[in-house]
């Protein structure tokens, strides 16, 4: 019983520790000890890249949305690239005058995101999702941030548009943000957003493909010694899918990419205590839930009886799923993407990660 006891306290730590402790930990910390950045209303030359693989039904808006940005023309470059759509996305926009279209064989988001980079020339580059919306000043209020030399990555604020069903996305969203919000107070972000981010043409690495920047861009500032911060009056919107259950599917994918950074992606090495503590809590432990809930629930069953905590522990847990099977919004979606993580290293383990992947427009 000593080994299941020892077990049930690490997994419960764990547990409370990333989803509460941390969280709380990490805000106050950023009263104490905060490291600012200088800002200034610069305006460097820009590159506004957007990924697209059959993003017609959307392409349009979103180039519409980028003209009408409050950023001079002629420092901005507009680039749709394009993984070998196979419906009208490229010729939707190459009607739009000034937009750079670049074609590329089916290689994934990354793949296209880097030869985008190679084929333009701007001080900044930045990215953007093709189903996404910028604030008219998002462009302006992302690149002030490089006013400071330290800072070679700056990540706007995403806000998740109100669902018509029962996604609970947003609620998750809004406490995400503030996480990243004291992170970047103490220095720099452990994630991103692929909606709405920039950075130093100087500072942009080509990653594995099949990594994705929004996990790998972050660290590998910190590793050469650069920041990666949050600017969060820098919008954009997207709407989420419709339901908690599209939204597993969607975290599912999400995090087999995760689990191939966190495995393969070196990103432990040479990041000071601070922010190893930040990865390590934010999202090693994170992405380990799924796991940690297992062990959790197996070992409260064994210790059942065995003193009145046990018995608490294994009768939340219980409780926690019988409100995510009755449909309970909150506890479903925590349920299914912890679920969701357990599945996607399973998927990794087993099949690898793919670096294509699908839109969605539900």
């Given at each position: 019983?000593?080994?299941?006891?020892?077990?049930?306290?690490?997994?419960?730590?764990?547990?409370?520790?990333?989803?509460a402790a941390y969280p709380a930990f990490a805000a106050l910390l950023a009263r104490i000890a905060p490291r600012r950045v200088r800002k200034g209303e610069i305006e460097p030359t820009v590159a506004v890249i957007v990924a697209a693989?059959?993003?017609?039904?959307?392409?349009?808006?979103?180039?519409?949305?980028?003209?009408?940005?409050?950023?001079?023309?002629?420092?901005?470059?507009?680039?749709?690239?394009?993984?070998?759509?196979?419906?009208?996305?490229?010729?939707?926009?190459g009607g739009y005058p000034g937009v750079q279209v670049i074609r590329n064989e089916r290689g994934g988001k990354v793949a296209a995101q880097d030869r985008a980079v190679r084929e333009t020339d701007s001080e900044i580059v930045a990215?953007?999702?093709?189903?996404?919306?910028?604030?008219?000043?998002?462009?302006?209020?992302?690149?002030?941030?490089?006013?400071?030399?330290?800072?070679?990555?700056?990540?706007?604020?995403?806000?998740?548009?109100?669902?018509?069903?029962?996604?609970?996305?947003?609620?998750?969203?809004?406490?995400?943000?503030?996480?990243?919000?004291?992170?970047?107070?103490?220095?720099?972000?452990?994630?991103?957003?692929?909606?709405?981010?920039?950075?130093?043409?100087?500072?942009?690495?080509?990653?594995?493909?099949?990594?994705?920047?929004?996990?790998?861009?972050?660290?590998?500032?910190?590793?050469?010694?650069?920041?990666?911060?949050?600017?969060?009056?820098?919008?954009?919107?997207?709407?989420?899918?419709?339901?908690?259950?599209?939204?597993?599917?969607?975290?599912?994918?999400?995090?087999?990419?995760?689990?191939?950074?966190?495995?393969?992606?070196?990103?432990?090495?040479?990041?000071?205590?601070?922010?190893?503590?930040?990865?390590?809590?934010?999202?090693?432990?994170?992405?380990?839930?799924?796991?940690?809930?297992?062990?959790?629930?197996?070992?409260?069953?064994?210790?059942?009886?065995?003193?009145?905590?046990?018995?608490?522990?294994?009768?939340?847990?219980?409780?926690?799923?019988?409100?995510?099977?009755?449909?309970?919004?909150?506890?479903?979606?925590?349920?299914?993407?912890?679920?969701?993580?357990?599945v996607a290293l399973w998927n990794y383990l087993r099949r690898g990660v793919p670096a294509t992947w699908q839109p969605v427009h539900e």
């Amino acid at each position: 019983m000593i080994a299941a006891e020892i077990l049930f306290w690490v997994s419960l730590a764990a547990l409370v520790w990333t989803h509460a402790a941390y969280p709380a930990f990490a805000a106050l910390l950023a009263r104490i000890a905060p490291r600012r950045v200088r800002k200034g209303e610069i305006e460097p030359t820009v590159a506004v890249i957007v990924a697209a693989y059959n993003e017609e039904p959307v392409i349009g808006r979103r180039l519409e949305n980028l003209l009408a940005l409050d950023y001079p023309p002629e420092k901005l470059q507009l680039v749709v690239t394009s993984d070998a759509s196979s419906d009208r996305t490229e010729e939707i926009a190459g009607g739009y005058p000034g937009v750079q279209v670049i074609r590329n064989e089916r290689g994934g988001k990354v793949a296209a995101q880097d030869r985008a980079v190679r084929e333009t020339d701007s001080e900044i580059v930045a990215f953007s999702d093709a189903n996404a919306t910028w604030s008219e000043d998002a462009l302006r209020k992302l690149v002030r941030a490089f006013a400071d030399p330290d800072v070679g990555y700056v990540c706007g604020q995403l806000k998740i548009l109100a669902a018509d069903g029962s996604n609970k996305e947003g609620v998750y969203w809004r406490y995400e943000m503030v996480q990243r919000g004291a992170e970047s107070t103490l220095g720099s972000v452990t994630g991103g957003n692929g909606s709405i981010y920039a950075l130093r043409r100087a500072d942009y690495v080509e990653v594995d493909p099949r990594f994705g920047h929004d996990l790998a861009l972050p660290y590998l500032m910190v590793q050469r010694g650069r920041r990666a911060v949050y600017e969060p009056e820098a919008l954009a919107w997207e709407k989420p899918t419709p339901s908690n259950e599209t939204e597993y599917r969607r975290k599912v994918r999400m995090f087999e990419h995760c689990w191939l950074i966190v495995l393969r992606g070196k990103m432990l090495r040479r990041l000071g205590a601070r922010y190893g503590l930040a990865i390590l809590s934010h999202r090693l432990l994170r992405y380990a839930s799924g796991l940690l809930h297992v062990v959790l629930l197996v070992t409260s069953i064994a210790l059942v009886t065995h003193g009145w905590i046990y018995d608490v522990a294994l009768a939340a847990q219980l409780l926690l799923l019988v409100a995510a099977a009755a449909g309970v919004g909150i506890a479903r979606y925590y349920v299914l993407v912890s679920w969701a993580t357990l599945v996607a290293l399973w998927n990794y383990l087993r099949r690898g990660v793919p670096a294509t992947w699908q839109p969605v427009h539900e």
